[in-house]
């Protein structure tokens, strides 16, 4: 499986030529796992192999006939932006009996099917496993039977099998998220953002039902997400008498003008007993003790509905993609493997070691093991619960340490989805470790001109779902004000400096770090978190507020593609912001099923333009009704929108006619994504911690002082881990002249987005995922649970 690391392998090396792959989604469905069959299929059709869909899972496999089919390469087109799963799921009694799967076994045979790809939860993922187990005893009962020749045996003599995992939930153990799980959170927090608007207007409590019989990922994240006041799940169930100290949360709250509640309870929510704890229970309970006006609202099956998110579009293509390349690597000694996500990086990992771990949580939760059972999920759902933790239960006054550290945060640059959740991340950890929180606002224009004040626990209220920057935050960069601002860091006796912001961000940590010859008040501790929709600041794969803007241009892709439903053959040009970085044109194509994607990184010229409106041509000619092509801001001078519009107008004379559609500032706004809440709540709790540490590290003879390179970092995430970069390493790494790192991780799908376009491409499989053991793939030091 493992690629060697002397060259690079490239794709033409690998072929599929008489190989046969069947794709099937089995058990509950999930947004996204049309993106997975897509991308299986072309990737497949793309190496020369036969692919197969197997409809209705299992059932379809046992019953075969029609309901096992060639796919082409038009059978998915126009369904990656659809929900649910288009070739169908069930549950299978019969494929659980042995005669059951020699019937499966006997309808594969006659397709010449040994490649699998199971896109399923634990119960579909097991059942293949097993399934491959007995694939040679199977074989040969069908030639005792007479129903296959003696030759087949040796001919399909082994059964290959690839998992993806699409669940809502994100139970399966081995993978940080699975299929679905970021689409649900967007429907769940798409319903509370609404519920908190009613609610404020009546002073009500809303307890929320979410789902995850097994699992509190959701509950735990959408809690995260929103603020909530209490939030109940399977894995840590509350203390005994948690009863009394959520009902003097919620009247706290109230004292202090909050006019809202809001609980969110998983389906399986249990105590200390393991006796279920249900909204009616905590409904009855709140109105029994406190006597305010409570509902209840289950969301159901609203959570799997709906069009997938940018996350879920882009996760499933590259897990599909990934999955047609184990298949390709296979050999009758592989173990059945799952393709899974850790930090932001893909890997292999053994189908049944994760199953076991996802066995072993609920064994824990069952013997009340339950702080084992936390570990077991992993380090994605552990921090996300230590997080939640830090942020929503204040400890008393008397118990909070007392630092006498001031620490001031500040938004820089233009303003990103995710950020006021960062501030108040960052203020709620400060506080709890005893700091003195202060706010600046409108960035470093605001910090000269003395707009600081400090900044409670309770300011920061609601923050979470607001979209912008509730700070103010301006491009202003510090150099040409660095003696006032030093006056105020003076006066108001700053310590640390905590920056949320993008690459003015970053430009102003590189000119407060070479003030500090001059001004001693900048010997502090000083950390930036990125935040910038167009996802440019070196040092961290990821940005907050990107994924807010990856999901508006994918909504707004998949509208104005529908505009042109019913009506003859059209090709939309849209341009996206970005700067000179082509990070939302490309992974925006990615999510939205682009042609093309123009970005600045990638040079292109006339000769290239013009193959792709001849390739666009012949597709339209055969196939597609619609075509997408998406233009970075900035990715060549010459080449403007309105000239690749006009010049695709022109070519495509009698075939297509074209629109034109620029994004603009749509890309920045509205609220904030779960991802980049989640992402900005977590990356900035980290910030704050370290910088608690470095304060205590730099405090010597009555004083802070701070004047080495690690003293002044930024904090970003890189392939598996968050990691905190001194800014002045990170130098070398960057294009100052365009504002971009000099490598960017996210080039590497450009190839898979071409592919997926049905052109001819290279495509580096170097890098592509290592089989890796469960209990070893996350490094002790990392923190991958940035994936969500």
Known sequence: MAQPDSKKIFFENLSGAGKAIAVLTSGGDAQGMNGAVRAVVRMGLYVGAKVYFIHE??????????????????????????????????????????????????????????????????????????????WS???????????????????????????????????FCGTDMTIGTDSALHRIIEVVDAIMTTAQSHQRTFVLEVMGRHCGYLALVSGLACGADWVLIPEMPPED????????????????????????VAEGAIDRNNKPITTEYVKNLVVKCLGFDTRVTILGHVQRGGTPSAFDRILASRMGVEAVLALLETTANTPACVVSLCGNTSVRVPLMECVQMTQEVQKAMDQKRFEEAVKLRGRSFENNLKTYKLLAHRKPESELPTSNFNVAVLNVGAPAA????????????????????????????????????????????????????????????????????????RKHNINALLIIGGFEAFLSLLELLTARGKYDEFCVPMVMVPATVSNNVPGSDLSIGADTALNAITTTCDRIKQSASGTKRRVFIIETMGGYCGYLATVGGLASGADAAYIYEEPFDIKELQANVEHLTEKMKTSIQRGLVLRNENCNENYTTDFIYQLYSEEGRGVFDCRKNVLGHMQQGGAPSPFDRNFGTKISAKAMQWVSKKLVETFRQGRVFANTEDSCCLLGMRRRTLVFQPVVQLKD?????????????????????????????SYDVSDSGQLEHVVHNRPKDSDASVAM
């Open 137 to 171: 005893g199977l074989l040969n009962e069908l030639v005792e039977q007479g129903l296959i020749e003696a030759d087949a045996v040796q001919k399909y003599s082994a059964l290959h099998i690839v998992g993806m995992v699409g669940s809502i939930d994100n139970d």
């Open 57 to 134: 899972g299992y059932q379809g496999m046992v019953d075969g006939g029609d309901n096992i089919k060639e796919a082409t390469w038009e059978s998915v087109s126009s369904m990656l932006q659809l929900g649910g799963t288009v070739i169908g799921s069930a549950r299978c009694k019969e494929f659980r009996t042995h005669e059951g799967r020699l019937k499966a076994a006997h309808n594969l045979v006659q397709h010449g099917i040994t490649n699998l790809c199971v896109i399923g939860g634990d119960g579909s993922l097991t059942g293949a496993n097993l399934f491959k187990e007995e």
């Open 241 to 264: 008498g948690w009863e009394e100290k959520m009902c003097q949360k919620l009247s706290a709250n109230r004292a202090g003008m909050k006019r809202l509640n809001i609980i969110i």
């Open 418 to 489: 995710g950020m006021n959740a960062a501030v108040r991340s960052a203020v709620r950890v400060g506080i709890s470790e005893g700091h003195k929180m202060f706010a600046v606002s409108d960035g470093f224009e605001g910090f000269y001109k003395g707009q600081i004040k400090e900044v409670k626990w309770g300011d920061v209220g609601g923050w979470t779902g607001q979209g912008g920057s509730l700070l103010g935050t301006k491009r202003t960069l510090p150099a040409k004000h660095v003696e006032k601002i030093a006056e105020q860091m």
């Open 733 to 761: 790494e960057t294009d100052f002249v365009h504002r971009i790192p000099k490598e960017q991780w996210w080039l590497k799908l450009r190839p898979l987005m071409k592919i997926l376009a049905k052109y001819k491409t």
